[in-house]
């Protein structure tokens, strides 16, 4: 097999632990890891494989027989890195690094090294920076043994001076200190952008799901937007939103968001913020799942654990969208689509082709209809402002003059009564 030379030669393990409650199948969760590999252009993974182990080994994770024989299998194929898919401690790491003469990179590693490449937005930037710091203040622990050399102080005082350990762990925290001011006046512009634009009366309507389920496939069948939509994991970070005009039904914002994933490092949550902040803020949620994936059941309480821990609470109208449809056998196809049928909040779709959408736009319409509501208002002639406010809301069905006001019937929401009450 001809690999590029240009780029560095990985290898994909996957721990598979008997002690590990927490245990996926093995077959998928190793596919999954060799393509978040493969969603860094600058890897070239050349091989991978499943190691089965009784228990993780405190210092080397694995044994030392297993850990020879992955040595020769990496020597002669040339492997700069190898990522580790689960956990590895900063010992494991620089163990195993000195055993292999080879980087090292744990799952939490490897997502950083996607996050970062993908980002796009100054906030997504700043938030992946943060995450990859706090990930690496973990790591000062003795992971590499420059660390462990003490240099000496200024001289002002005597004694030793502080280890480089020390000094590393603090120009962390200094960096970590910058970037949350900064941070603070990015999130304090993009909340004056949101203010702005909830006095538009649109309903949001967000996708989520577990990567490459298709959320960004469907966001530009629906929008005619061009957001990147590629077979690849991770492949939207940023968020991104869009006006939809549903047939028969009101304008919406559809907010495409980023995938989610097992096992999401929590040094990553925070990266997730803001793109998730739409998700809470949403009228309608609408979780879509690659329905032809053989982890899709476990794929989906991965996300509904997220959207759990985030605080989108169960209350918040939801629909299920099961995508992909296109790839089923014929006959798997026909039972999904029999058992979608007998659930009226599940949709069989395939954003591919666009079979299913009619009654999905269809059903969001209802579902988004169904939170606005009929009111009469009656306003004074002085009250011209808010008069010309109702007709830019689009909210005005009909009007009628007295003698010394406008009566004005009006279908609006909740949220734009408020709004209209602090006129």
């Known amino acids: ?42 890897l070239d993974v050349v091989g991978s494989e499943i190691v089965r182990l009784p228990r993780a080994q405190a210092g080397l994770l694995f044994g030392s027989g297993k850990i020879e024989e992955l040595g020769e299998r990496f020597h002669d194929n040339d492997i700069e890195l190898v990522l580790i898919d689960g956990p590895v401690t900063p010992v494991q790491q620089r163990n195993l690094e000195e055993a292999w003469k080879v980087k090292i990179l744990d799952r939490t590693g490897l997502i950083l090294e996607i996050f970062s490449d993908r980002a796009r937005t100054r906030e997504g930037v700043l938030q992946v920076e943060m995450a990859a710091l706090s990930y690496q203040r973990t790591r000062l622990v003795r992971a590499w043994t420059h660390l462990e050399r003490q240099r000496g102080g200024l001289g002002f005082v005597g004694g030793p001076g502080e280890t480089q350990i020390e000094a590393d762990r603090r120009a962390i925290d200094e960096q970590l200190v910058r970037l949350r001011r900064q941070l603070q006046k990015v999130v304090k ?144 196809r026909d039972a999904t689509l029999a058992r979608a049928d007998r659930d009226p909040a599940i949709f069989a779709i395939s954003a591919v082709t666009g079979e299913g959408l009619d009654p999905l736009l269809a059903e969001i319409a209802t579902k988004l209809q169904g939170v606005r509501h009929e009111a009469t208002l009656t306003l004074a002639f002085s009250e011209g402002d808010k008069r010309a406010w109702l ?33």
């Open 391 to 423: 007709f830019r809301q689009d909210v005005v069905r009909a009007e009628e003059q007295t003698e010394d006001s406008f009566v004005l019937n009006v279908l609006w929401t909740d949220k734009q009564a408020a709004q209209f009450a602090k006129l």
């Open 189 to 332: 512009t993009r909340t004056l952008h949101r203010a702005a634009r909830a006095k538009v009366p649109y309903p949001i309507v967000a996708l989520v799901g577990y990567t490459n389920a298709g959320k960004s496939t469907l966001f530009n069948r629906l929008t005619g937007a061009e957001v990147m939509a590629k077979d690849m994991l991770f492949a939207t970070l940023d968020p991104t939103m869009r006006r939809v005009v549903l047939p028969d039904g009101p304008e919406v914002i559809l907010s495409d968001t980023v995938g989610f994933i097992s096992n999401l490092p929590t040094e990553l949550v925070a990266a997730f913020r803001a793109t998730l902040e739409e998700v809470l803020g949403a009228d309608l949620v609408v979780h879509v799942r690659d329905i032809s994936h053989e982890e899709t059941e476990a794929q989906a309480q991965d996300v509904e654990t997220i959207l759990t821990s985030l605080g989108v609470d169960e209350d918040r109208p939801r629909l299920e969208v099961w995508n992909k449809i296109d790839l089923l056998e014929a006959e798997e």
């Open 1 to 42: 097999m001809d690999h590029d030379r240009t780029r560095t030669r990985a290898w994909v393990l996957h721990p598979e632990i008997k002690s590990d409650e927490q245990r996926r199948v093995p077959e998928p969760a190793l596919d999954e890891a060799v393509a978040l590999a493969a969603a860094l252009p600058d």
